[in-house]
């Protein structure tokens, strides 16, 4: 008899995702205390998993300038991404996310505040424009598929120029991501008011107009497939500027931090084999790796840091020892030059559902048997069972697989790799010393049950070489003759 591991009791949801950042001009342009903390776009459970991709090498942004004169050049920034998913995945969620940094206004006047950027955006051939409405909202909904996340300097500090704000571009392109696959983004300035050149100064094809500049595009495609992996998720997304530098009139470290609140979690601390925080910043540390900070349940987990002010910077941490069954909160925090926060994302992951088949399916407590059996069949479509891990194999988390060489079970893949079930799909056989499996279950508390006859769930771990986590039960026969 066959059964799966328990799963995460979690409605299937879509996910959404990380992006390419944006960093300012000097003197930087940002509300630099935390107050747009990040937004929670997507919490759910899934079977499957996520990929995410963007530029984080330091490349410098691109500099878009309005389109004014019939002599400008068409301005604009073409990428390609490359996603690769599973053959047998299907894709739940796409998400395209473009983000810029100092977007200017009328001949770009350091003393003018800026405006949200205006852009036109494709994607594999699609094209949408996003222009802002009056009034400009935060964050503005364009009713096209996109949202614009935007923050911007304010004029309640000591330097009241260069009040320009920076973006996050969030689209959904689910209809658009088909699978694996190179997929091409474009964005442009489509400033709705542009203004030319500033009086009494000469032409210049990239300067003294409305502009922005953006660091490129990042792509998130959230992927499902039978007995994937299950996970727990939280996304969110948005734009904080922060800054820390009270010398110069701006915010403490205490209030250059914006968070992100992971409520309402469905696991159960036990259950889980890994968690993960990722978080999404840019311009962070200006390539000093010991400043700004990221903490999750008030500690320290470690810097955020970017490789450069003009590049993006994507930091993971283990949060498995800090995790909560309440809450999970967050933060991340500037202590001393300056960072924009785009995202942070939570990740929860129990062990992948495994098939498993122990036999004999009746084990007589006072036999001679050498052996109790377990054949372990993983998701075809996810992983080979050539890659389990003999060695991390338990039953019960208290009885390895033997690994002894001079068994040929153990040294020999023509014998521990088999069809045992002939449905096609290859199993790993493994075997526990008998003598220990029933002195285990003469120790266990059959819950009232009287008599000679009991059942008994016995669940069989393992890891794969790469350490990914796997968990598959089932259910035996306990008779004691005599009894």
């Known amino acids: 008899m066959k059964t799966k591991a328990k799963q995460l009791k979690l409605g299937i949801a879509a996910i959404v995702c990380i992006i390419a950042i944006s960093a300012m001009a000097a003197p930087a342009a940002a509300n630099y205390a935390g107050d747009h903390p990040l937004t929670v776009y997507e919490h759910g459970g899934i079977e499957g998993g996520l990929v995410y991709e963007t530029v984080t090498d330091g490349s410098a942004y691109t500099v878009l300038p309005c389109k004014v004169y019939p002599q400008d050049p068409?301005?604009?920034?073409?990428?390609?991404?490359?996603?690769?998913?599973?053959?047998?995945?299907?894709?739940?969620?796409?998400?395209?996310?473009?983000?810029?940094?100092?977007?200017?206004?009328?001949?770009d006047t350091t003393g003018v505040p800026g405006v949200p950027a205006e852009a036109e955006l494709t994607f594999n051939g699609v094209t949408v424009t996003c222009q802002n409405p009056a009034p400009i909202t935060n964050p503005i909904d364009y009713g096209n598929g996109v949202i614009q996340y935007w923050d911007s300097k304010g004029q309640g500090y000591v330097s009241k120029t260069y009040d320009y704000p920076s973006g996050t571009f969030a689209w959904d392109v689910t209809d658009l991501v088909t699978g694996s696959g190179t997929y091409i983004a474009k964005i442009e300035n489509a400033d709705s008011t542009p203004t030319g050149m500033r009086p009494g100064y000469p032409y210049y094809p990239d300067k003294y107009r409305e502009r922005f500049a953006t660091y490129g595009f990042g792509l998130l495609v959230v992927y499902e497939m039978d007995e994937g992996p299950v996970v727990e998720y939280w996304v969110t997304e948005g734009c904080d500027l922060l800054y820390n530098k009270t010398a110069y009139g701006y915010e403490t470290a205490e209030n250059a931090t914006t968070k992100a609140v992971f409520a309402d979690p469905e696991f159960e601390l036990e259950d889980i084999v890994s968690a993960e925080l990722i978080t999404v910043v840019s311009a962070s540390n200006y390539g000093i790796f010991d400043m700004n900070m990221v903490l999750f349940n008030d500690a320290a987990v470690g810097a955020s840091t970017a490789v450069s002010h003009k590049a993006i910077g994507v930091n993971s941490f283990d949060v498995l020892d800090l995790l909560s069954e309440e809450q999970n909160i967050a933060e991340i925090q500037d202590r001393g030059d300056y960072e924009t926060a785009r995202n942070a994302f939570l990740v929860v992951e129990l062990p992948v559902p495994a098939s498993v088949t122990i036999e004999p399916e009746t084990l007589n407590l006072n036999s001679n048997g050498q052996w109790v059996t377990a054949y372990i069949e993983l998701p075809v479509c996810y992983c080979d069972v050539a890659n389990i891990n003999a060695s991390t194999v338990s039953l019960n988390d208290t009885i390895p697989a033997v690994t002894d060489p001079q068994y040929s079970f153990v040294t020999d893949p023509n014998i521990y790799l088999t069809d045992h079930d002939g449905d096609g799909i290859q199993e790993r056989m493994v075997k526990f010393n008998r003598s220990a499996v029933i002195e285990y279950l003469e120790t266990i508390d059959f819950e009232g049950e009287t008599g000679s006859d009991k059942m008994v769930e016995l669940t069989v771990t393992e890891n794969l070489f790469d350490g990914t986590a796997f968990e598959g039960c089932d259910t035996v026969r306990v008779i004691t003759p005599g009894e």
Do not use: E
């Open 74 to 107: 068409d301005y604009g920034l073409t990428q390609t991404i490359t996603i690769n998913i599973p053959d047998c995945a299907v894709v739940k969620t796409a998400r395209l996310y473009n983000c810029y940094t100092w977007s200017t206004s009328d001949n």
